[in-house]
């Protein structure tokens, strides 16, 4: 698959999300990007946001087998990996699988859920396979998380630890609709109850395993020049070296930007990585990687505004 052709196919899956989503292209660009860089989101904001309803539109856009997992507190690892159960007929042991064997599954609300069980999506997140009883499974070659969480409660949720937010690719503030944005919603769906179907909304996958294969493999063709390589490196030692900041981004974070970056010009079909690419990605990469100094916090700064500082401070090639 040519580049062009990657270009044409990530304008198709955003008209067919449109029928069914007003509004949150940035979002769906940044779903795109992680699934042709292989990488999972963390989708953060407020309850009503269609946040569940994207990931829905997303995988049936891709034909790509959707699966979900309602998080609760008294969820156990068992829950979403599955077990070797019993089989007193047959005297063997007979693998039940989770509902994490699918090609896109939506993590809902996850911070509701205690760390143990937040601890049974690493090896899947970072691996793509499943260990169960010391074997090995693997999971689908499209494996993605998309998971969703809301940043304004503070009880009865377990913040994610470190280990599992550097997993993510991205995480992303879904904010609310602008005024034309909410009326077409209101026009919309007044008149539904209930989620929306996006089949019933015309939503339809345009696109089949093979060519998603390949529409990946294109991305492997996208030029990463040393310049700009570079500009990736220097950025991450810089949030090393800020004094506003008391953990920085590490090496992998560098190399999931850097890749990130090649996707996002090979959806714009372009064989070759800009400044503007590592600049537009930067944001969502890092907001979940960097703390806070404690005077940084005392002052109330965000982790945004540093890093548009950073980038400020960050010589681009030209």
Known sequence: MT?????????????EIAKAVVGQAAIVDHLLIALMARGHVLLEGPP????????QCFAASL????????FTPDLMPGDILGSNLFN???????????????????????????????AALLEAMQERQVTLDGTGHPLPEHFMVVATQNPIESQGVY????AQLDRFLFKLSVPYPSHDEERAIVTRYAQNRGLPDPAELGVSAVVDPARLAAATTAVAGVTLSEPVADYVVRLMRATRESRDLSLGASPRAAVLLAGAARSRAALDGRDYVLPDDVK?????????????????????RQV???????????????
């Open 159 to 162: 913040p994610l630890p470190e």
């Open 88 to 118: 007193f007929q047959t005297s063997t042991f007979t693998l039940t699988r989770g509902p994490i064997f699918r090609d896109l599954l939506l993590a809902d609300e996850i911070n509701r859920t205690p760390p143990k069980t937040q």
């Open 63 to 70: 034909g790509l087998d959707y699966g979900r997992i309602q």
């Open 280 to 300: 537009a990605l930067a944001a969502g990469v890092l907001r979940h990687r960097l703390a806070l100094s404690p005077s940084a916090e005392i002052e109330g």
């Open 3 to 15: 580049l062009a052709e990657v270009a044409d196919l990530a304008a198709a899956i955003r008209g």
């Open 48 to 55: 009503g946001t269609a946040k569940t309803f994207l990931a």
């Open 304 to 318: 945004e505004d540093l890093v548009a500082t950073l980038l400020a401070n960050t010589e681009a090639p030209r």
